[in-house]
């Protein structure tokens, strides 16, 4: 089954942890992408990925770090969590930019 | 600076009704459309698109209308069903600079039976 999945689903953490969430996509798909979904905001990117090795900020990059090292997954690395960083977070791929993009399950977050 | 706006956060409609839900944008670089439906607890699915050279794409119930004069695209369900009650997405595909999609705050649709 095509899919994207995400871990952990729920995480509460405090302040300056480091943490990271992990996305992997089993479609052999070259564009991945991180999203933050918060009240009124609707979507917003945070990096995306062209292909192993080649990433690039979004609009809301501050604070946040991913890598391509592998086609199929593409983890976001939170080094020094702060509350403001509380979202929901979704993980995208797709074939190309502005093919339709499969969505994994999304990752609570909280940050206290 | 929301360059994708949705400024209707929800939209109720009775069951077997046309629902019809908007979007603008104000960069003319975008040159291609997508909607997405959400579900609770749910990722986004993809919907319908349309490419920018387009002023219409139907997929059964689904139709998405582009205005580029306007800089305004709408969906339009037509019936709508109770199992149309999600959030629905916007966004456009932005290739000049940095490639990306732009997504819009969100519709709430309701279906009422």
């Known amino acids: 089954e095509a899919q994207v999945t995400q871990n952990p689903r729920y995480l509460i953490t405090v302040t300056g942890k480091k943490l990271t969430v992990t996305c992997s996509q089993n479609?052999?798909?070259?564009?991945m992408s991180w999203y933050r979904q918060d009240p009124g905001l609707g979507l917003r990117q945070i990096y995306y990925?062209?292909?192993?090795?080649?990433?690039d900020k979004g609009d809301v990059p501050e604070g946040y770090k991913v890598s391509r090292k592998e086609k199929r997954n593409f983890p976001l690395i939170l080094e020094s969590p702060s509350p403001n960083q509380t979202s929901l977070y979704f993980c995208a791929s797709s074939v190309g930019l502005g093919f339709e993009q499969y969505f994994g399950p999304g990752t609570r977050l909280t940050v206290t | 600076d929301q360059q994708v706006k949705q400024n209707s956060p929800s939209l109720s409609v009775q069951e077997g009704r046309i629902s019809i839900l908007n979007c603008d944008y104000t960069?003319?670089?975008?040159?291609?459309f997508l909607w997405y439906k959400k579900y609770p607890a749910e990722g986004p699915t993809f919907l319908i698109s349309?490419?920018?050279?387009?002023d219409k794409n139907e997929d059964g119930r689904f139709t998405v209308f582009l205005n580029k004069s306007a800089k305004h695209l709408s969906l339009h369900i037509v019936p709508s069903q109770p199992g149309d009650s999600a959030v629905y997405f916007c966004?456009?595909?932005?290739?000049?600079?940095?490639?990306?999609?732009?997504f819009g705050q969100g519709t709430r649709l309701t279906i009422n039976p």
């Open positions: 479609m052999n798909h070259e564009y």
């Open positions: 966004a456009a595909r932005l290739i000049q600079g940095a490639q990306k999609l732009v």
């Open positions: 990925s062209m292909n192993v090795e080649v990433t």
């Open positions: 960069n003319s670089m975008f040159d291609y």
């Open positions: 349309i490419s920018s050279i387009k």
